[in-house]
């Protein structure tokens, strides 16, 4: 038996707040997606990809490059090993 049902388990579109929200498909992250019926916008719950995300990777990025080009090891980094005093290289 195939009913279709409005609003019923479908989340309020994030754009005009209509209920009248139907399941579309999955994106490819397998996350359910959604079509708004009032002003066609497709949606998805919790995005993975929020664009905050994108500076923090940044950031993190700028970090790692730093302590390769200022390497930063145990007090007796100058025994002369290669690898600046770290125990595995
Ligand atoms: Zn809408």
Known sequence: MTVVQYGMNTPPCPQCDSVSTVKN???????QRYLCRTCHRQFVLNPARAPILQDTQDQVEKLLSWAKRHPVGPARSSNGSPCGGFAVC
């Open 25 to 31: 498909g999955f994106i490819h992250t397998g996350k």
